[in-house]
Nanobody, 119 residues
Framework: QVQLVETGGGSVQAGGSLRLSCAAS???????MAWFRQAPGKEREFVAT??????TYAESVQGRFTISTDNAGSTVYLQMNSLTPEDTAIYYC???????????????WGQGTQVTVSS
C-alpha cells in the first residue's frame, strides 16, 4: 500500500515561506502527485499537482507555490512563498493513478501537516 508522510509544516508570519515534504513508501513516477489543503469548516481544496514534467496550480497559489519531485522519485515538495493568513490549513499530500483536482477521486492520502500563517 502507498504510504505518504508529510513534514515541514509550522507557523510563519505573513510574507514568509515554508517548504513541505512528502515522503512516499514507493516510487512516485507512476502516480499523479498532488497537494490539497483543508481549513476548519471548509472543504478540502486542490492546491497543486504534478505528473511527469507537467504541473498545475490552483489560482489562489499560482506564482507563489511550486510543486516538485526529487530525482529519486521518492519525495514530493511544495515550496510556499509569500504566505498569507488565507493559506492557513492542514496540507495533505496525495497520490493518484490519474490527474485530478477533485479530492474525492484521490486514491491515497498522507496524514497532513499543519500550516499556520499569522498576520
Amino acid at each position: 500500500q502507498v504510504q505518504l508522510v508529510e513534514t515541514g509544516g509550522g507557523s510563519v508570519q505573513a510574507g514568509g515561506s515554508l517548504r513541505l515534504s512528502c515522503a512516499a513508501s514507493i516510487r512516485i513516477t507512476n502516480y499523479a502527485m498532488a497537494w490539497f489543503r483543508q481549513a476548519p469548516g471548509k472543504e478540502r481544496e486542490f492546491v497543486a499537482t504534478t505528473m511527469w514534467m507537467r504541473t498545475t496550480y490552483a489560482e489562489s497559489v499560482q506564482g507563489r507555490f511550486t510543486i516538485s519531485t526529487d530525482n529519486a522519485g521518492s519525495t514530493v515538495y511544495l515550496q510556499m512563498n509569500s504566505l498569507t493568513p488565507e493559506d492557513t490549513a492542514i496540507y495533505y499530500c496525495a497520490a493518484n493513478p490519474f490527474l485530478t483536482r477533485q479530492s474525492d477521486q484521490v486514491a491515497f492520502w498522507g496524514q497532513g501537516t499543519q500550516v499556520t500563517v499569522s498576520s
